[in-house]
Nanobody, 115 residues
Framework: QVQLVESGGGLVQPGGSLRLSCAAS????????MGWYRQAPGKQRELVAT???????NYADSVKGRFAISRDNAKNTMYLRMNSLKSEDTAVYYC?????????WGQGTQVTVSS
């Protein structure tokens, strides 16, 4: 079983930046897809970005050009660099990992963009 722990959330002003981290532990298959999702109050959880174990990335249109997903396979850690943050980016951010048919989620980290 894989455990995921997110960190790096917090309060930031509009236009600011944050970097989220997701540390994975446990038995992890070599071929997997990791991703960041977010859920704002009263809204459904939505995809932010994904990255395969080979480094291929995919982004939601709302974050393209502002967010960058990356991973360090040696450290089993995934990152999300968020620039030019907007108030609508406020949400709880979750990381997950897909290994075949198995999916694991972290507990989430709050990101609040406000002046």
């Amino acid at each position: 079983q894989v455990q995921l722990v997110e960190s790096g959330g917090g309060l930031v002003q509009p236009g600011g930046s944050l970097r989220l981290s997701c540390a994975a532990s446990g038995i992890i298959l070599r071929f997997n897809v990791m991703g960041w999702y977010r859920q704002a109050p009263g809204k459904q959880r939505e995809l932010v970005a994904t990255i395969t174990s080979a480094g291929s990335t995919n982004y939601a249109d709302s974050v393209k050009g502002r967010f960058a997903i990356s991973r360090d396979n040696a450290k089993n850690t995934m990152y999300l660099r968020m620039n030019s943050l907007k108030s609508e980016d406020t949400a709880v951010y979750y990381c997950n990992i897909h290994e075949g048919s198995k999916v694991s989620w972290g507990q989430g980290t709050q990101v609040t963009v406000s002046s």
